[in-house]
């Protein structure tokens, strides 16, 4: 893959790494860092990572030289990090030294301050709150479908069983072939129950993909992104699960062909936006915000905050399993200490906005279940 193809110019901003004086720590101790004034971030991921499609993606439209190293063909001299998730990226930590981060969500908020032009955050916050509360859907609930329908249906499980391992580092023949993608396909339909699917929460995932991609198709027919004429974080987070959605599993990508033209379109366009001149007043007015973004907004929060207040309840209470009711069905997954995380982290930005921001938001949120999250005496919790 060719990085340098969407870089105009180096708009990096607060970078401590391009300095001269770390340039030589560098050499030191890490790869050859050769014009250090143009070298591309370096990530590892796979095209059928739906963090690793988010994350280039948003380096595409912000014009951020990146050098996409495809998993498991990452020189040995690289950092290694604590939990392995894809995507990596190998960024300077305060040292300079290179380490090894990941979680897409608050990566992107770190280019935003390192990297300046082309935000994918709103400038208003309360937009920008909004934007968040999308981007956590798309990361934590859509991806419920994404894995659910991939390893749920023979049809699906057969194609990734062989696509899969083929995106790893070496050539296999059709016996590799066939036992790398048998224990692939074990692995992740063992993992099923981790994300809540299972038969009896089946229907109600895809009843809920269903009911997302109908109301985006219907956004699409007016709106060029979620929040107005540029994408923000959630386009990139509802993006980067729709690659899988809409582009490679059989089932649900039959599902978008019958019923969401537009939406397929724009998975296909939201890939490599190098070439949108994004403008300020490309966003929305946070005062008006269309009926068919709230419906969105409606529709995200019939579902996953009830899981967030579960989870949180869960973590609190020491139990391994979340066991609640969703949209009226029973649900039950693995407590997730990460999606506590996510909860603390849309409720330190509601509590950031002004009085007045505050009201904003709230009126967006109110008849959605996201209004639950952020209740008064609820918010400041610590949960
Ligand atoms: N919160 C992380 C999630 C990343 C993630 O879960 N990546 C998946 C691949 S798409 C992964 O590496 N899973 C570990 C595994 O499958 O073993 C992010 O936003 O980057």
Same mark, same amino acid.
């Given at each position: 893959?060719?990085? #340098?193809?969407?870089?105009?110019?180096?708009?990096?901003?607060?970078?401590?790494?391009?300095?001269?004086?770390?340039?030589?720590?560098?050499?030191?101790?890490?790869?050859?860092?050769?014009?250090?004034?143009?070298?591309?971030?370096?990530?590892?991921?796979?095209?059928? &990572?739906?963090?690793?499609?988010?994350?280039?993606?948003? !380096?595409?439209?912000?014009?951020?030289?990146?050098?996409?190293?495809?998993?498991?063909?990452?020189?040995?001299?690289?950092?290694?990090? *604590?939990?392995?998730?894809?995507?990596?990226?190998? !960024?300077?930590?305060?040292?300079?030294?290179?380490?090894?981060?990941?979680?897409?969500?608050? !990566?992107?908020?770190?280019?935003?301050?390192e990297?300046?032009?082309?935000?994918?955050?709103?400038?208003?916050?309360?937009?920008?709150?909004?934007? &968040?509360?999308?981007?956590?859907?798309?990361?934590? %609930?859509?991806?419920?479908?994404?894995?659910?329908?991939? %390893?749920?249906?023979? *049809?699906?499980?057969?194609l990734?069983?062989?696509?899969?391992?083929?995106?790893?580092?070496?050539?296999?023949?059709?016996?590799?072939? #066939?036992?790398?993608?048998?224990a692939?396909?074990?692995?992740?339909?063992?993992?099923?129950?981790?994300?809540?699917?299972?038969?009896?929460?089946?229907?109600?995932?895809?009843? &809920?993909?269903?009911?997302?991609?109908?109301?985006?198709?219907?956004?699409?027919?007016?709106?060029?992104y979620?929040?107005?004429?540029?994408?923000?974080?959630?386009?990139?987070?509802?993006?980067?699960?729709?690659?899988?959605?809409?582009?490679?599993?059989?089932?649900?990508?039959?599902? #978008?062909?019958?019923?969401?033209?537009?939406?397929?379109? %724009?998975?296909?366009?939201?890939?490599?936006?190098?070439?949108?001149?994004?403008?300020?007043?490309?966003?929305?007015?946070?005062?008006?915000?269309?009926?068919?973004?709230?419906?969105?907004?409606?529709?995200s929060?019939?579902?996953?905050?009830?899981?967030?207040?579960?989870?949180?309840?869960? #973590?609190?209470?020491?139990?391994?399993t979340?066991?609640?009711?969703?949209?009226?069905?029973?649900? &039950?997954?693995?407590?997730?200490?990460?999606?506590? *995380?996510?909860?603390? %982290?849309?409720?330190?930005?509601?509590?950031?906005?002004?009085?007045?921001?505050?009201?904003m938001?709230?009126?967006?949120l109110?008849?959605?279940?996201?209004?639950?999250?952020?209740?008064?005496?609820?918010?400041?919790?610590?949960?």
């Open positions: 893959m060719e990085p #340098a193809l969407c870089v105009n110019g180096d708009r990096r901003i607060g970078f401590p790494i391009y300095l001269p004086e770390y340039i030589g720590i560098m050499n030191a101790n890490l790869f050859e860092a050769g014009d250090s004034e143009l070298d591309p971030l370096s990530l590892i991921g796979v095209p059928g &990572s739906p963090y690793t499609r988010k994350m280039v993606a948003v !380096l595409r439209y912000r014009r951020i030289p990146y050098r996409l190293i495809f998993s498991g063909r990452e020189p040995a001299d690289f950092p290694t990090s *604590k939990v392995r998730l894809l995507p990596t990226f190998y !960024l300077p930590g305060a040292d300079g030294r290179l380490e090894a981060v990941t979680d897409s969500t608050p !990566l992107i908020r770190r280019f935003e301050r990297y300046e032009g082309r935000s994918v955050r709103p400038a208003n916050p309360v937009l920008a709150f909004l934007d &968040s509360l999308l981007e956590d859907y798309g990361d934590e %609930w859509l991806t419920k479908a994404m894995f659910h329908y991939r %390893w749920a249906y023979r *049809k699906d499980i057969d990734a069983a062989g696509v899969l391992p083929s995106w790893g580092p070496r050539p296999l023949d059709d016996e590799a072939l #066939a036992t790398v993608g048998k692939i396909a074990e692995r992740q339909i063992s993992r099923l129950r981790y994300v809540g699917s299972s038969p009896r929460t089946g229907p109600m995932i895809e009843d &809920s993909y269903v009911r997302f991609i109908d109301l985006f198709e219907r956004h699409l027919s007016q709106h060029r979620l929040f107005g004429g540029r994408p923000g974080a959630g386009d990139f987070a509802v993006f980067g699960q729709l690659t899988q959605l809409v582009n490679v599993d059989p089932t649900p990508m039959a599902v #978008a062909a019958a019923r969401a033209p537009r939406l397929f379109a %724009w998975v296909g366009l939201t890939d490599d936006l190098c070439g949108l001149e994004p403008g300020e007043a490309d966003w929305f007015d946070p005062a008006a915000l269309p009926d068919t973004l709230l419906a969105i907004l409606k529709e929060g019939r579902v996953y905050p009830p899981l967030l207040l579960a989870n949180a309840a869960a #973590a609190t209470a020491g139990e391994a979340v066991e609640t009711t969703i949209d009226g069905h029973a649900w &039950s997954q693995q407590t997730f200490p990460y999606q506590v *995380k996510c909860l603390a %982290w849309l409720r330190a930005e509601y509590e950031a906005l002004s009085a007045g921001e505050r009201t938001a709230d009126a967006a109110a008849g959605t279940g996201w209004a639950a999250l952020f209740s008064r005496g609820v918010a400041s919790s610590s949960a």
